[in-house]
């Protein structure tokens, strides 16, 4: 599965953003979806996860702002940012596997399959 971000971008605090992730070589079908984030200097940070079918998990910095969603008939995985601080500035990527369980969302090493990153900067 080859994964393909986009939509970051720079907006101000309390601004709005979608990323999105679509999914190539095979179908989406089955496979969970997640995205993280890294700043420089910092370990990849768990934002949100679907795992196959639906159930979603999110990071507690991000419950009530993020939401995460998919369309399975585009391949896409999306992550609908709103409220945005100078807190969410990172890179963020998306992920995906055919096996991981959901108490294993959150463990970047639990992914088997990661898209590049997007940039995201969130100015005050």
């Known amino acids: 599965v080859q994964l393909q971000a986009s939509g970051g971008g720079l907006v101000q605090a309390g601004g709005s953003l979608r990323l999105s992730c679509v999914a190539s070589g095979r179908t989406f079908h089955g496979y969970s979806t997640g995205w993280f984030r890294q700043t420089p200097g910092k370990d990849r940070e768990f934002v949100a996860g679907?795992?196959?079918?639906?159930?979603?998990r999110y990071a507690d910095s991000v419950k009530g702002r993020f939401t995460i969603s998919r369309d399975n008939t585009k391949n896409t995985v999306y992550l609908q940012m709103d409220s945005l601080s100078p807190e969410d500035t990172a890179i963020y990527s998306c992920?995906?596997?055919?096996?991981?369980?959901?108490?294993?969302?959150?463990?970047?090493?639990?992914?088997?399959?990661w898209g590049q990153g997007t940039q995201v900067t969130v100015s005050s």
């Open positions: 992920a995906a596997s055919s096996s991981i369980i959901y108490s294993n969302l959150g463990v970047p090493s639990a992914w088997n399959y």
């Open positions: 679907i795992r196959w079918p639906g159930s979603t």
